[in-house]
C-alpha cells in the first residue's frame, strides 16, 4: 500500500487508502467489509474500537501487516483463509482451505430449521457433508438438548470441524464417511432414524465453473463444490436413499439446493417417496433452500409442493 507520504498515517486515513486499493477489485462494500475484518484480526479491534482511535497513528510494524494482507487479497486469496476463520452465525470458525468458507445463504437454512424446531427437545440431528462443522455447531447451540452427528469423507476437514466443536464447546459426533457410499454401506453410528437431516452439499455443474469468481475457484476446496453435470443430484439422491429409511415419521431433511435444478430435486423426492416438499428463496431472491419431510409430518398438508416467496 502506497501512504503516499512520509511518517506514520493516523488510522482514518490509513482505512481511506485501503479502500481506495481494494475497491477497484471487489467493490466499496466488500472492501469496507474486509478493512474491518483485516483490524479485527491484526489489532482485536471493533469498528467502534476504530472510529475512537481514529487520530491514532498506525505504526510501521501494522502498515507492513496490512501491506502482506492487501498483497494476497489481490491475488484472489479469500480474507477468511488469510487469517484463518470465518464469522458464521455468531459465531467464529476455524477455517483452512480444506473446508469451505461458511456463506450467509447457509445461515438462512440454520434459521430455517432453528424456526422450524426451536421447541422441540432431544432431536437427533445429521449434518452430512459438514466441512467445518458450521451448520452441526450452530444447530448444536440453538436447538435444546440436540443430538448432532456430522459425517464428511474428509479427514482434514473433519479435524476443522472437531477443532471448532472444541473451541465452541459444542458436542457434536464426527464421522468419517461418504455420502455416496451410504446406499451399500451405513455405518452403525448411523443405523438409527433422525428427526433431522441437513446437508450442503456439493451442487455447482461443472458447466458454472465459467461463471464462478476467482477466489472460489482458486482456494476452496473443488470436492465441495463441484457435481458432474452428467449427474448434478448425486448426492442429493444419495442423501434421499438413505432419509427414506433413516428419517423418522415427524421428521424433515434440509437442503441448500442450486437453483438450476429445483424441478428436477422435487421430483426426485416424489419418486423417492417423499410427498411433502417446500422451496424458499434466500435472501437474494434465488431458490435456494429445500424442505422434504416425512409423509406423515404434520406442518405441511399431505401430497403437497409449495413456493415460499
Same mark, same amino acid.
Given at each position: 500500500m502506497d501512504n503516499g507520504m512520509s511518517g506514520e498515517l493516523p488510522l482514518f486515513q490509513v482505512v481511506k487508502n485501503l479502500c481506495a486499493e481494494l475497491s477497484p477489485k471487489y467493490g466499496d462494500g466488500e472492501a469496507k467489509a474486509m478493512v474491518r475484518i483485516i483490524f479485527e484480526n491484526l489489532k482485536g479491534w471493533s469498528p467502534v474500537d476504530m472510529a475512537i482511535k481514529a487520530t491514532e497513528p498506525v505504526s510501521e510494524y501494522i502498515m507492513g501487516k496490512l501491506d502482506a494482507v492487501v498483497g494476497r487479497l489481490m491475488t484472489d486469496e479469500p480474507i477468511q483463509y488469510i487469517f484463518g476463520n470465518a464469522g458464521f452465525y455468531g459465531m467464529k470458525l476455524r477455517v483452512t482451505p480444506d473446508v469451505l468458507i461458511p456463506r450467509p445463504e447457509t445461515a438462512e437454512l440454520v434459521d430455517w430449521i432453528v424456526d422450524d424446531n426451536g421447541t422441540r427437545k432431544d432431536v437427533q440431528v445429521l449434518d452430512m457433508g459438514t466441512g467445518s462443522g458450521c451448520i452441526a455447531i450452530a444447530l448444536k447451540r440453538n436447538l435444546p438438548f440436540a443430538d448432532v452427528t456430522a459425517i464428511d469423507n474428509s479427514e482434514p476437514a473433519l479435524k476443522v470441524a472437531e477443532s471448532n466443536s472444541q473451541a465452541l464447546n459444542a458436542d457434536v459426533n464426527y464421522r468419517l464417511c461418504d455420502i455416496l457410499s451410504l446406499a451399500a454401506n451405513v455405518p452403525a453410528a448411523l443405523s438409527g432414524?433422525?428427526?433431522?437431516?441437513?446437508?450442503?452439499?456439493?451442487?455447482?455443474?461443472? *458447466?458454472? =465453473?465459467?461463471?464462478?469468481?476467482?477466489?472460489?475457484?482458486? *482456494?476452496?476446496?473443488?470436492?465441495?463444490?463441484?457435481?458432474?453435470?452428467?449427474?448434478?443430484?448425486?448426492?442429493? =439422491?444419495?442423501?434421499?436413499?438413505?432419509? *427414506?429409511? *433413516?428419517?423418522?415419521?415427524?421428521?424433515?431433511?434440509?437442503?441448500?439446493?442450486?437453483?438450476?435444478?429445483?424441478?428436477?430435486?422435487?421430483?426426485?423426492?416424489?419418486?423417492?417417496?417423499?410427498r411433502n416438499v417446500e422451496v424458499r428463496r434466500d435472501s437474494f431472491g434465488k431458490e435456494r433452500f429445500m424442505k422434504i419431510c416425512s409423509v406423515s409430518y404434520t406442518h405441511l398438508r399431505a401430497h403437497e409442493t409449495r413456493r415460499h416467496l
Open positions: 432414524t433422525f428427526g433431522i437431516i441437513v446437508s450442503n452439499p456439493p451442487y455447482i455443474a461443472e *458447466h458454472e =465453473r465459467a461463471a464462478m469468481e476467482a477466489n472460489v475457484l482458486q *482456494h476452496e476446496p473443488h470436492q465441495a463444490l463441484f457435481v458432474p453435470d452428467s449427474d448434478p443430484l448425486e448426492f442429493y =439422491r444419495a442423501i434421499l436413499q438413505y432419509a *427414506h429409511s *433413516h428419517l423418522d415419521a415427524s421428521g424433515a431433511v434440509y437442503f441448500e439446493i442450486n437453483p438450476l435444478y429445483v424441478k428436477e430435486l422435487e421430483a426426485l423426492a416424489w419418486n423417492t417417496g417423499f
